[in-house]
């Protein structure tokens, strides 16, 4: 039985898979650009779990980090799209005379791509190590991380020579040469979109099963019994803190080709809420329904927001209050109350042979 579940499960994602890499054949442009937008916050998703479902750690500061990933492969896009010019053109309307010497490296593809991961993985780390070897916990990482949230738009905002100011970086032409209009660019972008959601939802899987996915999943549910047993807590929290980090940073990079621009409005508070919000509504330690949850939240959001946009703010504010204070339940619990209908093994549950 459970050989047979586990077969249907490595079917039924299979065909996910394959169906979402054909789905520029029979998806319109501005279709997939949605669909590939919404992947690209599936892959932050993936970091909220880990970070909150797995590591027991609230953090309400992924835009941070997601606004470090995009903000480090926007600035190569910048200096790609300049030809002859010397310096972006919100340089030259603010008096600026050179370029400063920390866009300079930015030039180059390698580079920037390293610092998608660099950036966010190492400002986690760093943040992890100060706030956990403390003891801080709870509440008060969710405060330090929101705080930290707000802080960092605003520092994007005021310098506006620097980063574009409010409004960010954008008008984006090429990415390696390519067009970025084209559509076969659009198709290859969306492509590498899902095979680094597919990857990075497998990789857990895996990760999961090892010691350490074991250990860090026991450090959240009861944290001073590791201690008693004579476990240091910190690196797996950090661990875990810093893979969010790393998959929110990535997820901004993509997310940033989609759209075609990074601002401070898409890494301040609200949309780290939001990251929450679906993170919960799929389940907070359940990978496959916080991205379910995710593309299907931001498939609303988009229809509500263009329909009644007023109203959006109010639709996610009860959201955020309801995944809060009621214990809804998550994909899998609602699945498992039809056994027959959807095999155990595609959910994660482990079934005995019979």
Known sequence: MAIRDRWAALLLWGAVLAAGLAAPSFLSGYALSLLGRFLALGLVTVGVVWTWGYGGILSLGQGVFFGL???????????????SDPLPDFMVWNGLAHLPWWWAPFRSPGFALAMVVVLPGVAAALLG???????????????ITQALALAFSLLLISQQGLTGGFNG???????????????????????????????????SHRLLTTGVGRLLVAIRDSENRIRFLGYDPVPSKVFAFTLGAVL??????????????????????????????????????????????????????????????ELWLYVMGGLFVAVATVRWPSVREIALRWPGHVPRAVLGEEVADA
């Open 69 to 83: 990933g995009g903000y480090a492969l926007a600035m190569h896009l910048k200096l790609e799209s300049l030809g």
């Open 169 to 203: 970086l954008t008008n984006f032409s090429t990415l390696f040469g390519l067009p970025l209009a084209s559509s076969a660019a659009q198709r290859t972008l969306y492509w590498v979109t899902v095979l680094c959601l597919a990857g990075a939802l497998a990789g």
């Open 129 to 143: 190590v100060l706030l956990f070897r403390r003891r801080v916990s709870g509440v008060y990482v969710s405060l």
């Open 248 to 309: 929110a940073g990535i997820g901004g990079a993509l997310f940033t080709l989609h759209v075609g621009v990074i601002s401070p409005a898409m890494v301040g508070v609200v949309p780290s809420i939001e990251m929450v919000i679906w993170a919960a509504a799929g389940g907070r330690d359940r990978l496959l329904g916080a991205v379910a949850a995710t593309v299907a939240g931001n498939l609303v959001k988009d229809w509500v927001s263009s329909a009644v946009p």
